[in-house]
């Protein structure tokens, strides 16, 4: 295992960070809590999963501007889709509280390399309509923008965004390789975290998570990732950073071991999404990629 000791970059995720909004929230759930716990567990699960759009950099305007635009619906919002280049397609999957502008330099690495780049923002990101996500839903959407694609090579995902691509591959997605990066492979200790983070009583999460799994028609066993990951029969290229600060690196270390076929590249120093950025993490993107591209050439 790459050393842990060298200073880790600070979390980006909200649930990592300290915030003087917590405690408010905090206390008037606890207190709806105890008088309203259907009203509490409805409000708990907006604000789990309320999305947020952040602003675009210069670069990422710049590289989606050029972009031949398209919409498809999906989660019943009408998606915003990207794509660029000719050649192999490859989907590419955004994280949580992101968008598609934030895959431009994978994106530009593929076109180089040969192949066609095609990205989306998803339900409540970007330019995408609605205000709320989660990862079933970002895996329809993978879904859907692959079905107007067509013929898929590959998907690559970011964060939450790999997840989804687990998830949509393990349910029929079909694809000859994967990329994700920085992905979380125990997507339920995120819904703990949120519980403990804002002190929600044991009769409150259960009343939510029993309404989440009712209106995404899922089961809480059905987002076991690595489980899900033992399905698949296609090469995968797990991209992780040992400081990662937001998904630890044993959880890229559980997925890799978990699928077939799968090789974990590690990274030191960038995070949870400056790897995104890296030279040299596109590059291994791109030949990993590319290998599978000259693979079907052959056959």
């Given at each position: ?45 907006a604000l789990f999963v309320k999305t947020a759009r952040p602003a675009l950099r210069r670069q990422e305007a710049e590289w989606l501007a050029g972009a031949e635009r398209f919409t ?62 989660t990862m079933p839903e970002f895996a329809a959407t993978l879904r859907a923008v692959a079905e107007h694609e067509g013929k898929l ?147």
């Amino acid at each position: 295992m790459p050393d842990s000791r060298l200073t880790p970059p600070t979390p980006s995720h909200p649930l990592n960070r300290t915030d003087h909004r917590v405690h408010a929230i905090r206390l008037g759930l606890q207190a709806l809590g105890r008088i309203a716990p259907g009203t509490t567990a409805q409000l708990a699960e907006a604000l789990f999963v309320k999305t947020a759009r952040p602003a675009l950099r210069r670069q990422e305007a710049e590289w989606l501007a050029g972009a031949e635009r398209f919409t498809v619906r999906a989660a019943g919002q009408t998606i915003a889709g990207y794509a660029w280049g000719r050649g192999p397609s490859v989907v590419l999957a955004h994280g949580w509280w992101s968008h598609a502008g934030r895959l431009g330099s994978i994106a530009e690495a593929l076109v180089a390399g040969g192949m066609r780049a095609v990205a989306f923002d998803a339900p409540g990101h970007g330019q995408s309509t609605g205000w709320r996500a989660t990862m079933p839903e970002f895996a329809a959407t993978l879904r859907a923008v692959a079905e107007h694609e067509g013929k898929l090579h590959a998907v690559v995902g970011h964060s939450l965004g790999g997840a989804a691509c687990v998830f949509a591959l393990a349910r029929g997605l079909e694809a000859t390789r994967a990329v994700t990066i920085a992905a979380p492979a125990d997507i339920g200790s995120w819904v703990v975290r949120f519980r403990d983070t804002f002190g929600i009583s044991d009769r409150v999460y259960a009343r939510m998570q029993s309404n989440m799994e009712r209106r995404l028609r899922v089961t809480w066993q059905d987002l076991d990732i690595p489980v899900l990951a033992r399905r698949l029969e296609i090469p995968a290229l797990v991209v992780h950073d040992v400081h990662d600060p937001d998904v630890p690196w044993t959880e890229a270390q559980t997925l890799a071991n978990a699928w077939p076929g799968a090789t974990l590249h590690t990274t030191e120093r960038l995070g949870h999404r400056l790897v995104l950025r890296d030279a040299g993490v596109i590059r291994r993107v791109v030949e990993f990629l590319g290998e599978g591209k000259q693979q079907k050439k052959e056959k």
